[in-house]
């Protein structure tokens, strides 16, 4: 019954490769989101949907896509994997009414 | 825009030693304030939050912050550290209306020492 889950939860995969991460969250709430952590530990916000519409896309290169079929579910796609891709990938879920978010495990992304 | 500045990048105290985290933000309106705990290989999970109220907040585990609008501050403490503390710490806000995200400080990393 986890809230927020995320799979896979490590991602090994070479340069140039196409990959998804799948995230679900059960708390039937309205807005999604994509971080990323760096090496360094910093987090980033790369994208938020609110009811399967993208709201957030800050500056992220093109090569990811999110991807939401349903307002329980935000997938994110990479093309073209670049070394500097390597990272841990959070997806979180918040419900307007409330305030904070609740984060997954995480997707280590580990491109060689 | 806003911004979360968390001075300290690690601390070390003791094992019982009393322990307090730094967060300044900046912020255009009245901020919601959030501390989220990460232990190695983990996510992160919420320890508290302030949007309204009392300036002082309770959260899990035995930890505190206290909201100083006056200083844009929101430090979290707790009176005795234990070692299962040692994690990284990330002072976040963010707003509750709209579609606001969480902007997040660097983070402080805790190590915990015998």
């Known amino acids: 019954d986890t809230a927020v889950s995320q799979t896979p939860k490590y991602l090994v995969t070479q340069m140039g490769n196409d990959k998804s991460i799948k995230c679900e969250q059960n708390?039937?709430?309205?807005?999604m989101y994509w971080y990323k952590q760096d090496s360094k530990k910093f987090l980033k916000i790369m994208f938020s949907?609110?009811?399967?519409?993208?709201?957030i896309n800050e500056t992220v290169p093109n090569r990811f896509s999110p991807k939401s079929p349903d307002k329980a579910h935000l997938n994110l796609h990479i093309n073209s994997l670049e070394l500097g891709d390597s990272a841990v990938y959070f997806c979180?879920?918040?419900?307007?009414?409330?305030?904070?978010?609740?984060f997954g495990q995480g997707t280590r992304l580990t491109v060689v | 825009a806003q911004s979360v500045t968390q001075p300290d990048i690690h601390i070390t105290v003791s094992e019982g030693a009393s322990l307090e985290l730094r967060c300044n933000y900046s912020y255009g309106a009245t901020p919601y304030l959030f501390w989220y705990v990460q232990s190695p290989g983990q996510g992160l999970q919420l320890l508290l939050k302030?949007?309204?109220?009392?300036?002082l907040v309770q959260g899990i585990k035995g930890f505190e912050a206290e909201f100083k609008r006056s200083q844009s501050s929101f430090n979290l403490r707790k009176p005795s550290v234990h070692w299962s503390d040692a994690a990284e710490y990330f002072c976040a806000v963010g707003a509750a209306t709209g579609y606001s995200t969480l902007t997040f400080g660097k983070g402080t990393m805790l190590l915990v020492s015998p």
């Open positions: 708390l039937g709430h309205d807005t």
């Open positions: 302030y949007f309204s109220g009392d300036t």
């Open positions: 979180a879920s918040r419900n307007r009414a409330e305030t904070e978010a609740f």
């Open positions: 949907y609110n009811n399967k519409e993208l709201i």
